[in-house]
């Protein structure tokens, strides 16, 4: 214990930021700011041991946490054992000179204690080379500042001692007040060392302490171990009348003594109710435990209280209403910790977040307004839209109609998706999209169970979770690119969601309990028909959607994608304008699809193309007082090619904005022939395509059906010196080499009717092979519709004859030469028309399907029937053919 030490007039303080040193107590501190290094060496390390500091607490203006924080030793009865030590890590910039800095105002405490090392160590951190030292100071007895100076980079103090001589305190000691102060203490101090020696099996030491040390020396011992705030710290520090602070300090462990007993009660409370399985939980029920001794157990900062009033406000139904309080009930028996609490939490969220009651506010259907809305956001299409119409009527007539599922066919980019919206609209409901490409687990759709780790609902359960309400209009997008493995077929999940007698009850594997789907409006997709099983087309209404004439996108682009595409790029038609005639120059040479998306992709282009000249016409015209010369690229470009310039005379009056817009006004982009070639490049697509691929016998034109619309398939047919072999290229499928031998075997049958060979002559294919080649060999192709266009191209080889090659043909060929009808006539059709085609020749039976072709393209092409492979060849040839004459059913 520390001897009473006379104290010097002045000396070194060492702050202590929000943290008090009391005089018998021990505290290890680390120096590495350079003021407080400069200190250490100067005060405690030159003097070693006859060094004495103050520590002298200081506060902050925002009372922040303090620099230095400090760490005690977990068992009082060790610390007071070990003289009350504590440690303290002091950060290397509290002490940096930082009470000159103006920006930082530090509050200094007028009183405080002198301290002495009792060790010190050095060291050098690398790399910085930096000198820092550990000191372990004590405590010896309290002094008062009169006056704070500096001296060099840290504070002096001229001091007073506040502690009481030997004779003062003799006379204290006989005093009964004193006495019985000090009776109580010891007997508190006595009960607390009993108290921890049955805790700890400790307290010997701690007993000498209370023998041997002076009672008030005592109290600032056992008060410098405990846990109190800086307030009472600074109460202790400043209690000089040794019977004030023996009264503090007798509080202050009857109040640790109180907790202690506290804890005591709470651990065994809690451990009665704990099996040894649930051991791990104890610090969980210990804080349990002390909210309910603190009357601080507030229900509405309770989570799991709040949950449970979330799924009362859920309006569930009864019987889900009793399986989600059953779950509710076994997740408060669960602690946080325990495996299964968050999979369990995060079910309930689910079951209260859905909307088992709540509805979108349907408005009042307005067939007259549906119909302009749908003209509005959508040209042609006319027979997709009348049938929108009739089942926005049918909803009106029966809002609870159990109307059918809508399936729009057709190719990319031609308003499928934007559809469904527009319906969605009309109905007055929130739309979600549900997108099916590329699923193949059927867990995407009927969810996981809950029993594998990351389950998680289905895409159904959790789009009507996001949007809301229980009737949106729900897309399922993509419903042709759903694959199957061994983790199921989502196809064959789907059928009992659209199927409206089974999505009543509707149970998502994860859920669990069964969910009505019956009020949602469900809207398909697909580019083609043929990947959907037939169970589910069956529960479908199919519409199809198939391209847009070359008018249509004219007039697509001239009302909706100009304007858009303008928009999107910050530009007007102040600064662009693109004539209809350059659009349908874009339509004609630089995109042949069936939807507009890359017809916009190209408008995009030459809007990118204005935005850069735009932006550097802004950046060359300066509007500053100094500008003595205008300076313009369009000008200068018009000077340069010696063409007449209108100058138009601007006021001096004119601001900035004004002369801005009138620039703006005279000078806007019209896109031409010359800008089309340098922004697109060179045209991708002529006229003469056709006329120059057929140049030569043994070429035809075929029209085929792909996911994306109809296209024009060129066959090649050529012949060399071999044994008699077909050869077949083009990455073909079965059903196409099948085609191509039926057109083979069709030919050398009709070989001497066809004048193909002599009399004397039995063998078509004597002493050569032949080859037939599909160009576009990487793209995959299979179907029966290419057998007459294989039949012509055979025939104009072997008579050395061109096929007509404004004429396109299609159609599924027999043995005995009957033309057999094919699907996709629209499309094809269509293609045709794009290609500049002018004659197609069509199989008979598939007249019927014209009537859902544009009058428009109908009216530039001249259909020819065909119900017999003679009358193909009748058509195909300008000469017509040599078999027509023996053709005969």
Not at 407 to 418: A, D, L, M, N, R
Not at 499 to 508: I, L, R, S
Request: net charge neutral; charged share 25%; proline share 5%.
């Amino acid at each position: 214990m520390a001897e009473s030490v006379e104290l010097p007039g002045r000396l070194a303080i060492l702050p202590f930021r929000n943290k008090v040193l009391l005089p018998g107590a021990i505290i290890r501190i680390r120096c590495t700011s350079s003021s407080s290094v400069k200190l250490v060496e100067q005060e405690l390390w030159q003097r070693e041991e006859k060094g004495l500091i103050g520590i002298l607490p200081v506060r902050d203006a925002a009372a922040e946490s303090s620099t230095a924080g400090s760490l005690s030793s977990p068992g009082i009865g060790t610390n007071l054992g070990e003289r009350s030590s504590k440690t303290q890590d002091e950060i290397s910039e509290s002490h940096k000179h930082g009470a000159k800095n103006n920006q930082e105002v530090i509050h200094w405490h007028n009183s405080g204690v002198a301290a002495r090392a009792l060790h010190l160590s050095r060291g050098v951190e690398k790399p910085s080379g930096r000198v820092t030292y550990i000191v372990v100071l004590e405590g010896l007895c309290r002094f008062s500042v009169q006056e704070l100076s500096t001296r060099g980079t840290y504070y002096t103090a001229k001091i007073t001692s506040l502690d009481m001589t030997k004779l003062e305190m003799d006379q204290v000691e006989q005093e009964p007040d004193f006495i019985a102060l000090s009776r109580q203490f010891k007997a508190t101090a006595m009960e607390l060392i009993s108290v921890l020696e049955q805790k700890q099996k400790t307290g010997g030491r701690t007993k000498v302490l209370l023998e041997t040390v002076p009672v008030h020396k005592l109290a600032d011992i056992f008060v410098a171990s405990f846990e109190i705030s800086f307030e009472e710290q600074l109460s202790m520090l400043d209690s000089v009348d040794v019977k004030v602070r023996l009264s503090k300090a007798t509080e202050l462990v009857d109040r640790h003594l109180q907790s202690i007993r506290v804890a005591e009660k709470i651990t065994q409370k809690v451990e009665g109710q704990l099996s040894k399985s649930q051991k791990e939980f104890l610090l969980r029920q210990q804080m349990r435990a002390i909210k309910e001794e603190l009357g601080d157990n507030d229900d509405e900062e309770d989570d799991v209280a709040a949950l449970e009033r979330k799924m009362q406000d859920a309006s569930m139904p009864a019987n889900i209403w009793k399986h989600a309080q059953r779950e509710l009930r076994r997740l408060k028996k669960m602690q946080p910790q325990q495996p299964g609490y968050n999979s369990s939490r995060v079910y309930l969220e689910l079951l209260a977040e859905l909307p088992w009651q709540k509805a979108s506010e349907e408005l009042e259907l307005d067939l007259k307004a549906a119909k302009e809305c749908l003209d509005i956001e959508h040209y042609g299409l006319e027979k997709v839209k009348q049938r929108i119409i009739e089942y926005l009527a049918v909803r009106k007539l029966k809002p609870d109609a159990r109307g059918p599922v809508l399936c729009f066919v057709g190719p990319p980019g031609v308003g499928k998706t934007s559809l469904a919206s527009s319906i969605a609209a009309a109905l007055g409901r929130k739309f979600v999209r549900i997108s099916l490409g590329g699923v193949k687990d059927e867990a995407d759709i009927r969810g996981h169970r809950r029993t594998y780790i990351g389950s998680m609902p289905g895409r159904l359960i959790d789009g009507l979770k996001k949007v809301g309400v229980y009737n949106p209009v729900m897309l399922l997008d993509e419903i042709d690119k759903t694959g199957s493995d061994v983790r199921g077929d989502p196809a064959s999940a789907l059928l009992e969601v659209l199927d409206p007698e089974q999505n009543k009850t509707f149970n998502d594997h994860y859920l669990n309990v069964p969910f009505d789907l019956s009020k949602v409006v469900f809207v398909a997709t697909a580019n083609k028909m043929q990947p959907i099983p037939p169970a589910l087309l069956d529960r479908m209404e199919i519409i199809e959607l198939p391209g847009y004439t070359p008018d249509e996108k004219l007039r697509i682009a001239m009302q909706h994608l100009i304007p858009r595409v303008l928009d999107q790029h910050g530009l007007s038609f102040d600064f662009l304008q693109v004539p209809e005639a350059m659009v349908q120059l874009v339509i004609q040479r630089y995109t042949r699809e069936a939807g507009v998306r890359n017809l916009e992709r190209n408008l995009a282009a030459l809007a990118r193309a204005a935005a850069v000249r735009v932006a550097e016409q802004h950046n060359s015209v300066p509007l500053s007082k100094d500008v003595q010369r205008l300076a313009s690229p369009l000008l200068d470009g018009r000077l340069a090619g010696e063409a007449e310039v209108e100058m138009e005379v601007i006021p001096m009056g004119m601001n900035k904005h004004e002369i801005s817009n009138t620039f703006r006004v005279t000078l806007p982009f019209i896109v031409d022939e010359a800008m089309l070639e340098k922004v697109l490049g060179p045209p991708r697509y002529d006229d003469r395509e056709t006329a120059d691929r057929v140049a030569t016998p043994g070429i035809s034109v075929g029209l085929v059906w792909t996911a994306f619309g109809g296209e024009v398939q060129f066959v090649e047919a050529t012949a060399m010196v071999g044994k008699g072999d077909l050869h077949l290229t083009g990455q073909l499928g079965d059903v196409i080499k099948e085609s191509a031998q039926i057109a083979m075997t069709w030919v050398r049958a009709r070989a001497t009717e066809l004048k193909l060979v002599t009399a004397e002559e039995s063998n078509l294919l004597e002493g050569r092979d032949i080859h037939i080649h599909f160009p576009a060999g990487a793209v995959p192709k299979d179907g029966p519709s290419a057998g007459v266009t294989l039949v012509t191209s055979l025939v104009s080889l072997f008579s050395h004859r061109r096929v007509r090659s404004d004429t396109a043909m299609t159609g599924e060929i027999t043995l005995r030469g009957l033309v057999l009808p094919v699907g996709g006539v629209k499309d094809k059709v269509l293609a045709a028309h794009r290609y500049g085609i002018k004659r197609v020749i069509l199989p008979e039976r598939n007249l019927k399907d014209l009537v859902e072709v544009p009058a428009a393209v109908l009216s530039g092409l001249k259909i020819l029937p065909a119900k017999r492979m003679e009358d193909v060849l009748e058509h195909a040839f300008e000469g017509g053919c040599p078999l027509k004459k023996y053709s005969k059913l």
